[in-house]
């Protein structure tokens, strides 16, 4: 069985300010996908990054980054310099064992305010 | 352009009634899924379709019927609902049953009163 979560319910920055939001999985697959999805206030579900379970290296987009730790069953996510527009929920998720069956975790709401 | 798109966006019901809702996408993928989101945010996978295939059958009520004619379609019929299917419906699609990415649809926000 999968298991994602995440520890921080809800967080609330300060533009310009730096935030990291928590991942951690549980998975007995040696194989799995890492992904994080970001869900606006307008509802629809955006995908931002997917991660293999054998590629540690962190991986940088612009303001997002993404540290994944097999050690420490991580995948964490920052955003550096954070604006109002990244206002949303943000889930991580995996999919374990193929069949594409997404496991999401149970959502942080970040708040930026001006 | 849209890539994964959902009719109705709204939908409004009173308990008992049956309703569909409806899911086209134009990715040229072969897998899609159907996925609820409750009142907590909480999101689940309730189906998915690989080439008009059932893939993932989770433990879903039998009045949850998924139906795909053909690989960009997949439609999801609920009958008899209840007040607890009050929830926000989400479509998605992928190429590959396996690991890639899924993309998803506006969704669905059905109100059972």
């Known amino acids: 069985a999968q298991k994602v979560t995440q520890a921080q319910t809800e967080i609330s920055v300060v533009e310009k300010e730096d935030v990291t939001l928590d991942c951690v999985y549980e998975?007995?697959?040696?194989?799995?996908?890492l992904f994080w999805y970001k869900q606006p206030p307008s509802g629809e579900l955006v995908f931002l990054i997917r991660?293999?379970?054998?590629?540690?290296q962190n991986e940088i987009s612009g303001r997002y980054s993404w540290n994944f730790q097999k050690s420490t069953s991580s995948f964490n996510f920052t955003i550096t310099a954070s604006q109002v527009v990244d206002s949303a929920v943000y889930f991580c998720a995996l999919i374990g064992g193929g069949y594409g069956k997404l496991t999401f975790g149970q959502g942080t709401i970040l708040t930026v305010h001006p | 352009d849209t890539a994964v798109s959902q009719t109705p966006k709204y939908l409004v019901t009173q308990m008992g009634n049956d309703k569909s809702i409806k899911c086209e996408q134009n990715?040229?993928?072969?897998?899609m899924y159907w996925y609820k989101q409750d009142s907590k945010k909480f999101l689940k996978i309730m189906f998915s379709y690989n080439n008009k295939e059932l893939i993932i059958n989770e433990t879903v009520p039998n009045r949850f019927s998924p139906k795909s004619p053909d690989k960009a379609h997949l439609n999801l019929h609920i009958n008899s609902l209840e007040l607890g299917d009050s929830a926000v419906y989400f479509c998605a699609s992928s190429q590959g049953v396996a690991y890639n990415e899924q993309f998803f649809g506006p969704g669905t926000r059905l109100t059972v009163l």
């Open positions: 990715l040229g993928h072969d897998t």
């Open positions: 991660r293999n379970s054998f590629d540690e």
């Open positions: 998975t007995r697959d040696t194989t799995y996908y």
